[in-house]
T-cell receptor, first 113, second 116 residues
Framework: QQKVQQSPESLIVPEGGMASLNCTSS?????YFWWYRQHSGKSPKMLM?????GEKEEGRFTVHLNKASLHTSLHIRDSQPSDSALYLC?????????????FGLGTTLQVQP | EAAVTQSPRNKVAVTGGKVTLSCHQT?????MYWYRQDTGHGLRLIHY???????EKGDIPDGYKASRPSQENFSLILELATPSQTSVYFC???????????????FGPGTRLLVL
C-alpha cells in the first residue's frame, strides 16, 4: 500500500480555472511535505514545501497542511497551459534525518486553453 | 539552482550485461539518491548515500549496487541487467539539515534505460 496517496489521479481544468490536488500520508511518522512538478519528459522540480500546520502562498500556488490528519493540498489559481504536468507529493520524516522522500503516484493535471 | 548531471542520457543494454549509470553534482550536497520511475509505481528509492564512501539501501535495492567514490559522484550499477530493470532512472542530491531547515532534493535530467 502506498504510504503517500494522491487524488485525483488526473484532473482537467480550463485555462484560468482553479486546480485542487490532494495528498495524504498513512505513516504517522511523517513530518514534512513537498510538492514537485514534473513536465513530460523532464525531471521533477520542487514547487513548494510545507512543514507546519496552516497555509503557505507563493504567487498562484497555495498549499495547506493539516498535520493531525497528515493531509496536504495544493491549489493552483488562474491555471495556465504551462501548468499541465504531473504533480508529485512527497513526504519525509525528521527521525533518522536521512532526507529520504516517499513519493505518491502523482496527479496528472491538464489545463485546456 | 543546484546542478545535477547524469550520463548516459539513454542506454540500451542486453540481458545479463553490466550497466553503470553515473551522476555528478556540483553543489557540495552530502546526500545523493538514485530513484527509478515507472508508470503505476511512481518514484522509488533504490540506494542513497550520505557522503563519500557510504551507500545505503533504499526501498528497492535488489539487483542494484551503488558507489560513492567522492562527494560529487554517485554511480548505480546493474551487474546483471534484466528486462524488468527497463525504466527511467533519476539521480538527486540534497542536504538533510534537520528540523525546519529541510532542504529539497534536486534531480538530474534522468537516464532512460532499455534492457533487451
Amino acid at each position: 500500500q502506498q504510504k503517500v496517496q494522491q487524488s485525483p489521479e488526473s484532473l482537467i481544468v480550463p485555462e484560468g480555472g482553479m486546480a485542487s490536488l490532494n495528498c495524504t500520508s498513512s505513516d504517522r511518522n511523517v513530518d514534512y511535505f513537498w510538492w514537485y512538478r514534473q513536465h513530460s519528459g523532464k525531471s521533477p522540480k520542487m514547487l513548494m514545501s510545507i512543514f507546519s500546520n496552516g497555509e503557505k502562498e507563493e504567487g498562484r500556488f497555495t498549499v495547506h497542511l493539516n498535520k493531525a490528519s497528515l493531509h496536504t493540498s495544493l491549489h493552483i489559481r488562474d491555471s495556465q497551459p504551462s501548468d499541465s504536468a504531473l504533480y508529485l507529493c512527497a513526504a519525509s520524516m525528521w527521525a533518522g534525518n536521512t532526507g529520504k522522500l516517499i513519493f505518491g503516484l502523482g496527479t496528472t493535471l491538464q489545463v485546456q486553453p | 539552482e543546484a546542478a545535477v548531471t547524469q550520463s548516459p542520457r539513454n542506454k540500451v543494454a542486453v540481458t545479463g550485461g553490466k550497466v553503470t549509470l553515473s551522476c555528478h553534482q556540483t553543489n557540495n550536497h552530502d546526500y545523493m539518491y538514485w530513484y527509478r520511475q515507472d508508470t503505476g509505481h511512481g518514484l522509488r528509492l533504490i540506494h542513497y548515500s550520505y557522503g563519500a564512501g557510504s551507500t545505503e539501501k533504499g526501498d528497492i535495492p535488489d539487483g542494484y549496487k551503488a558507489s560513492r567514490p567522492s562527494q560529487e559522484n554517485f554511480s548505480l550499477i546493474l551487474e546483471l541487467a534484466t528486462p524488468s530493470q527497463t525504466s527511467v532512472y533519476f539521480c538527486a542530491s540534497g542536504d538533510a539539515l534537520g528540523g525546519l531547515n529541510q532542504d529539497t532534493q534536486y534531480f538530474g535530467p534522468g537516464t532512460r534505460l532499455l534492457v533487451l
